[in-house]
């Protein structure tokens, strides 16, 4: 089976540019989480849905970063407008029955 | 809050060497504890979990045994090899399913031939 899909794998933007990125779970999972994973430091939880609800988004900095998963399978994760600080791999990851957290392999955003 | 603290890093080892990476949590109730693995180039991996107290998690190898006591989940292995150079992140999740992970920072295994 195909694993967590996110793209791009890598994205260069200037301070204040808008940008988004996409993940595409495992298919049949319901449960997706965006995580943030600053260098040398575990990744941190953003946004976890269930379906097409956010059920936790109290790790989302509202003000700029935005997310939605409006048919309950593929998500989008944005930030408008991006600052420095926001140079980080982020992760989306997806559960099945089993309950383990299934991984994709990020995208590295560079804010320059 | 919950929390997962990692013994510092890096980790340089030869091939066939023992392995120890430390890991201790702070948390209410009772967690699950896990490892995960982040090859070079690579998506975060689950190793190895545990669900309860005394309960020993092991794959490829590596094992790690949940100590309520000493609230730690301390990675090991045997006999090292190359392949498993890798980013190693502890992690816990609150009782109950589809919980978030919180994970420690990570520590960079280097193993030389």
């Known amino acids: 089976e195909a694993g967590v899909v996110q793209s791009p794998r890598y994205k260069i933007i200037e301070k204040k540019q808008p940008v988004a990125f996409w993940c595409n779970p495992i298919?049949?999972?319901?449960?997706l989480y965006w995580y943030r994973q600053n260098l040398g430091q575990g990744p941190e939880l953003l946004i976890r849905?269930?379906?097409?609800?956010?059920?936790?988004d109290s790790q989302l900095p509202k003000d700029r970063f935005s997310a939605e998963r409006l048919k309950g399978v593929d998500s989008t994760l944005k930030i408008q407008p991006a600052e420095l600080g926001d140079s980080a791999v982020y992760l989306c990851?997806?559960?099945?029955?089993?309950?383990?957290?299934?991984f994709g392999p990020g995208t590295r955003l560079t804010v320059t | 809050g919950d929390s997962v603290t990692q013994m510092e890093g890096p980790v340089t080892l030869s091939e066939e060497a023992f392995l120890t990476i430390n890991c201790t949590y702070t948390?209410?109730?009772?967690?699950?504890l896990f490892w995960y693995v982040q090859y070079p180039g690579e998506g975060l991996q689950l190793l190895l979990k545990?669900?309860?107290?005394?309960d020993k998690g092991s794959n490829k190898g590596f094992e790690a045994t949940y100590r309520k006591e000493t609230t730690s989940f301390h990675l090991e292995k045997g006999s090292v090899q190359v392949s498993d150079s890798a980013v190693y992140f502890c992690?816990?999740?609150?009782?109950?399913?589809?919980?978030?992970?919180?994970f420690g920072k990570g520590i960079t295994l280097s193993v030389r031939p």
């Open positions: 990851a997806s559960v099945g029955s089993s309950y383990e957290q299934y």
């Open positions: 298919s049949g999972h319901n449960t």
């Open positions: 849905y269930e379906n097409e609800e956010a059920v936790d």
């Open positions: 948390a209410t109730g009772y967690p699950s």
């Open positions: 545990a669900t309860k107290a005394d």
């Open positions: 992690a816990l999740s609150p009782t109950g399913a589809n919980s978030k992970l919180t």
